[in-house]
């Protein structure tokens, strides 16, 4: 289903997805038409399921990044997991296997923003948070 083409284009768009049809044939030698149809095919099948932008959060007032661990009390699951989607500060969620149940990525303003975030999820479970520091 998917070639070695198809793998160039994906990691072309990865990287940038707003390149022209033009751009991307020029990059891995193929029409732009050609170039079309395949992108249009990785679309149909679900390959590309969408297309986004990176936002750097710090330059829109968002200093600290975090990652949180929750261990969901007994009966809380299936509340929270609809509370989370209320969170404009969750970017990313993922349930996941473990001692926890859910690995959340957030983006907050302050200190302060993370500390009223933790306490509006401790309602539902216990949470261990981590401070990113980098990206490596």
Known sequence: MVDSLDKQLLD???????L??????????????AVRERVQKLEEFGVIQKYSIQLDH????????????????????KHILQKIKSF????????????QNIHLKVVVKNQLSLQKLLDQLMVFSDTNTFLILSKV
């Open 88 to 99: 404009r500060e969750i970017k990313e969620a993922h349930r996941i296997t473990g001692s």
């Open 58 to 77: 710090k330059k829109l007032g968002n200093d600290l990044e975090a990652f949180i661990l929750l261990k969901v009390f007994p009966g809380q699951l």
């Open 12 to 18: 072309i768009l990865k990287d940038n997805a707003r």
């Open 20 to 33: 022209s049809f033009a751009d991307l044939g020029r990059k891995i030698n193929l029409s732009s038409s």
